[in-house]
């Protein structure tokens, strides 16, 4: 069992800065990838940025250039930094943890860009 406590979401105006965390506790030994993905409504969810615990990132096309993942091993965490926040930015954004037996989910915090 893995649980993520995710936090950082919000209501920002175009232009603007969030950050986004996940923090990992539990059967955690076996994690290997962390990311961040997104749904709008009426969309499917699709990958924003992962990166591999030993530093390997991958963004999605929309979003290179403005976030930025990063991944603190000590304290089982990913960090998504949101620059330049732009309205198709807003989205339900989750957390994923990759183990080698199974996949977690967090629950989910709400990102609205918006004048």
């Known amino acids: 069992q893995v649980q993520l406590v995710e936090s950082g979401g919000g209501s920002v105006q175009p232009g603007g800065s969030l950050r986004l965390s996940c923090a990992a506790s539990?059967?955690?030994?076996?994690?290997?990838?962390m990311g961040w993905y997104r749904q709008a409504p009426g969309k499917q969810r699709e990958l924003v940025a992962s990166?591999?615990?030993?530093?390997?990132?991958h963004y999605a096309d929309s979003v290179k250039g403005r976030f930025t993942i990063s991944i603190d091993n000590t304290k089982h965490t990913v960090l998504l930094q949101m620059n330049s926040l732009e309205p198709e930015d807003t989205a339900v954004y989750y957390c994923?943890?990759?183990?080698?037996?199974?996949?977690?989910w967090g629950q989910g915090t709400l990102v609205t860009v918006e004048e």
């Open positions: 994923k943890v990759d183990l080698t037996q199974f996949e977690a």
């Open positions: 539990g059967s955690i030994f076996s994690i290997y990838e």
């Open positions: 990166m591999t615990t030993w530093g390997e990132p």
